[in-house]
């Protein structure tokens, strides 16, 4: 189960982060931080998730961690 980092397509071309623990073809758990915090918010319960057979995907939110900010 190892954890990685991904890039998704987001609006306007903006990449947003997240890390991905858990096997891929596992049920999906999708991970949302509240305001002024980032993925690693979720690190112990995504581990957890992985134990127990789910796909933990942790977001970076727009304008959070290592997701891009769009530039005005």
Known sequence: MAKESIKLA?????????SVEG?????????AHGGGQTHLAWKRISTLLASHGFHAIA??????GNS?????
Request: glycine residues 4%; aromatic residues 0%; hydrophobic residues 55%.
């Open 59 to 64: 977001l970076d939110l727009r304008v959070h």
């Open 68 to 72: 891009e900010r769009a530039l005005i």
């Open 10 to 18: 987001g609006q306007s071309a903006l990449a947003i982060s997240a």
């Open 23 to 31: 096997a891929s073809d596992e049920m999906p758990v999708i991970l």
